[in-house]
């Protein structure tokens, strides 16, 4: 009987695996928010879509691609403009900026192509570019590419998006 159950739990795990980002497994089984909840890396990030009342949103059907910035990529913005748009009277400069990050569409890195032009769910494009494998959007790298979630496609990368 104990034989049964490992094998059920190795299969179970064979067929969810996932990415590790932030120390926790990003599987597909979870959604967007879901899975960057359990990213240590992504500690800002979620503090800043819960302070946007975008959880719902991003944890909708979708699907969604996602560049998500660690929190190594928030601290490159002032501290006092961080501070600043995490305020609730901020709340529709930072919806825009983290709208900004979002894209519809499941896209993997592999669709990403140099030169590509993507309209963001907040309305402006952002500008794709591919050097020496690496992708990058708006001069930011994609440090973690195809964490795949049940609504989405999320890419980690290294600096936050702004728009115009």
């Given at each position: 009987?104990?034989?049964?159950?490992?094998?059920?739990?190795s299969?179970?795990?064979?067929?969810?695996?996932?990415v590790?980002?932030?120390?926790?497994?990003?599987?597909?089984?979870?959604n967007?928010?879901?899975?960057?909840?359990?990213?240590?890396?992504?500690?800002?990030?979620?503090?800043?879509?819960?302070?946007?009342?975008?959880?719902?949103?991003?944890s909708g059907?979708?699907?969604?691609?996602v560049?998500?910035?660690?929190?190594?990529?928030?601290?490159?913005?002032?501290?006092?403009?961080?501070?600043?748009?995490m305020?609730?009277?901020m709340?529709?400069?930072?919806?825009?900026?983290?709208?900004?990050?979002v894209?519809?569409?499941?896209?993997?890195?592999?669709d990403?192509?140099?030169?590509?032009?993507?309209?963001?769910?907040?309305?402006?494009?952002?500008?794709?570019?591919?050097?020496?494998?690496?992708?990058?959007?708006?001069?930011?790298?994609?440090?973690i590419?195809?964490i795949?979630?049940?609504?989405?496609?999320?890419h980690?990368?290294?600096?936050?998006?702004?728009?115009?």
């Open positions: 009987m104990t034989d049964t159950s490992m094998k059920d739990t299969m179970m795990a064979s067929s969810d695996k996932g590790e980002v932030g120390g926790a497994m990003m599987v597909p089984s979870k967007i928010v879901e899975n960057a909840v359990n990213s240590k890396d992504h500690t800002t990030l979620v503090a800043a879509v819960k302070a946007a009342g975008l959880v719902e949103t991003l059907k979708g699907p969604f691609t560049f998500a910035p660690t929190n190594e990529a928030f601290d490159k913005v002032p501290k006092a403009t961080l501070e600043n748009l305020k609730p009277a709340k529709a400069d930072l919806t825009k900026i983290l709208t900004y990050h894209v519809s569409g499941a896209l993997k890195a592999a990403l192509k140099d030169g590509m032009e993507l309209t963001t769910v907040q309305g402006e494009k952002l500008k794709v570019s591919v050097k020496d494998g690496k992708v990058m959007i708006n001069g930011s790298t994609v440090t590419p195809d795949m979630d049940s609504n989405g496609v999320t980690v990368i290294d600096q936050v998006l702004m728009p115009k």
